[in-house]
């Protein structure tokens, strides 16, 4: 497990060293903008026509290109690149001729730095991102130890990409972000400008690949996501994923943790968070809404692993409007829920109780639910939950708001399941043991 689910709190081992950019921002369209003048100002005051030898001894241009000793001078541009930088630069504004990467002689595109890092010995590195819109013509691959650093998602914009790998099986992305690297500050677009692709597609490595203060979007072809997760990731602060097929897909047996504040998963045309593997999920503090097929789904697969199923963490956080369901949980995984909102759902969270998962609603003995399933002026169209039991077990679901207190408990027909029901009751269920709903109040 990457991050945990405290009550109250989301703790993840995410850490964010720029400036949060704008997640209520959802304009992603459009120039530059001014900081991207200003850039390009700086770069054309490098000296690069001015310097007529184009020397070393130019202090001004040797400091920013971050030595004047064990560097080289490119094409007599007057463009030092060192031997081994900590920090590569890319402004798509630049008119220098001969770039070296540094701060006043930085690459035009983000791919040319990824293939300089690539030929550099292995070791921590920033590459940072200009304001400016950067349509590379392949996938841009963000190797172990390695960030990618740009101005904010209003301002850093990244399309084009292609397969994300070698093997014909590789889906095609714009970022590969591979364990142990980072991307933040940046919007990347999976629709333009030329087939649609997935934004973001992350890889094994060392550690959980980070995904900071960005925005994912476009990649709206049939499977397609704005993050697709094959070994795990940390989400967060500042995430945001619209306008996708589904807004993230989860594979493979790694953990996957959102952290910090303002992140969002909205407007998906299919499920919000679509979880397909076996790990982990940890969800925390953010808004997951307006998804057509569904806020998150997970657990709904067979023959996907073997052993208990995971235990899936959701805490503070507000699943509204999402088409047939708000959280759907199948019998091979199992969910613990804690301070979430969740209304405006067709069901706001169905469940199968299977033979070995954990359906935890909030339990007696100091540990209540504390989620808002209904009340005086808002609840979901069918019901707050339906169980569908495999065995006869209670399910408890004690310490909740409900549209009533005692809540409005019904029966579904024997054989049947959730689509079913015909009418509206704070919780649905089948089988012989009625759900504890203990310890209720009614919602605001």
């Given at each position: 497990m990457i991050g945990t689910i405290r009550w109250g709190l989301v703790v993840a081992a995410c850490a964010s060293g720029a400036a949060a950019c704008s997640s209520a921002n959802f304009d992603v369209a459009g120039d530059p903008g001014a900081d991207a003048a200003a850039d390009t100002q700086t770069t054309g005051d490098t000296g690069t026509t001015t310097d007529s030898g184009g020397s070393p001894e130019d202090a001004g241009i040797a400091n920013e290109g971050g030595a004047l000793d064990g560097g080289s001078v490119d094409g007599g541009s007057g463009c030092v690149r060192t031997d081994d930088p900590a920090e590569i630069w890319v402004d798509a504004a630049s008119t220098v001729t001969t770039p070296s990467g540094s701060a006043t002689c930085p690459f035009r595109h983000i791919s040319e730095a990824v293939a300089y890092v690539a030929s550099l010995p292995p070791k921590a590195r920033i590459i940072r991102v200009r304001a400016g819109t950067y349509v590379e013509g392949e996938a841009v691959k963000i190797r172990p130890q390695v960030q990618l650093i740009g101005e904010g998602?209003?301002?850093?914009?990244?399309?084009?990409?292609?397969?994300?790998?070698?093997?014909?099986?590789?889906?095609?992305?714009?970022?590969?972000?591979?364990?142990?690297?980072?991307?933040?500050?940046?919007?990347?677009?999976?629709?333009?400008?030329?087939?649609?692709?997935?934004?973001?597609?992350?890889?094994?490595?060392p550690s959980a690949p980070k995904v900071t203060n960005t925005q994912v979007f476009g990649a709206a072809g049939d499977g397609q996501s704005g993050v697709l997760v094959t070994a795990g990731a940390i989400l967060g602060p500042g995430f945001e994923s619209f306008n996708n097929r589904f807004g993230v897909t989860i594979w493979g047996s790694n953990g996957v943790a959102f952290a910090g504040a303002s992140n969002r998963v909205e407007n998906n045309t299919a499920v919000g968070i679509e979880h397909q593997g076996t790990g982990q999920l940890s969800v925390g503090n953010v808004s997951v809404r307006n998804n057509a097929n569904g806020g998150i789904r997970a657990g709904h697969l067979?023959?996907?692993?073997?052993?208990?199923?995971?235990?899936?963490?959701?805490?503070?956080?507000?699943?509204?409007?999402?088409?047939?369901?708000?959280?759907?949980?199948?019998?091979?995984?199992?969910?613990?829920?804690?301070?979430?909102?969740?209304?405006?759902?067709?069901?706001?969270i169905v469940a199968v109780y299977g033979a070995s998962n954990t359906l935890d609603f909030g339990i007696d003995g100091g540990d209540p639910g504390n989620n808002l399933f209904g009340g005086s002026t808002s609840k979901n169209v069918r019901g707050g939950l339906c169980v569908t039991p495999t065995r006869n077990t209670p399910v408890s679901a004690v310490g909740n708001k409900w549209s009533k207190c005692d809540p409005d408990i019904k029966t579904i027909g024997v054989g049947l399941g959730c689509e079913s029901v015909d009418g509206y009751a704070d919780i649905w269920y089948r089988g012989l043991s009625t759900p504890n709903a203990g310890n209720c109040s009614v919602g605001p």
């Open positions: 998602a209003a301002s850093t914009k990244i399309t084009g990409g292609g397969p994300c790998g070698t093997a014909s099986s590789d889906p095609l992305c714009v970022v590969r972000l591979e364990g142990g690297g980072s991307i933040e500050g940046v919007a990347v677009n999976g629709g333009a400008p030329d087939a649609s692709k997935n934004a973001i597609v992350t890889y094994g490595g067979t023959a996907i692993g073997t052993g208990a199923p995971a235990i899936h963490q959701f805490a503070n956080t507000s699943i509204k409007n999402n088409g047939p369901f708000g959280i759907s949980i199948g019998a091979n995984a199992g969910i613990k829920i804690r301070y979430c909102t969740v209304t405006g759902n067709q069901f706001g």
